[in-house]
């Protein structure tokens, strides 16, 4: 796992600094302002990395702050979540 300062420096100090270094889906689901359905999207289509502790999927702040970054300085290689029956895109 990489070390949470490595890509951006200084952001990582201040982003999501409420929430554990290790998050749960309702965590993810909090920080992100989504539902359960699209957090789940997210992890499965590999937007944002994660890891499974068991049953549980765990995605650390790290990641997190990977996709948050990753989607607002180069969303054209985000992969987008499509639901096909509703025509939603997810990021």
Request: with cysteine; glycine share 8%; charged share 25%.
């Amino acid at each position: 796992m990489p070390s949470p300062n490595t890509h951006h420096s200084g952001v990582d100090d201040k982003m999501f600094n409420g929430f554990s270094d290790l998050l749960s889906i309702k965590d993810l689901q909090a920080a992100l302002g989504i539902g359960r359905s699209t957090a789940y999207k997210l992890i499965h289509n590999g937007s944002i990395k994660h890891l499974c502790i068991g049953r549980a999927v765990k995605v650390p702040k790290c990641y997190l702050i990977d996709f948050v970054m990753k989607s607002c300085y180069h969303d054209d290689e985000i992969k987008c979540a499509i639901d096909d029956s509703k025509g939603r895109n997810y990021l």
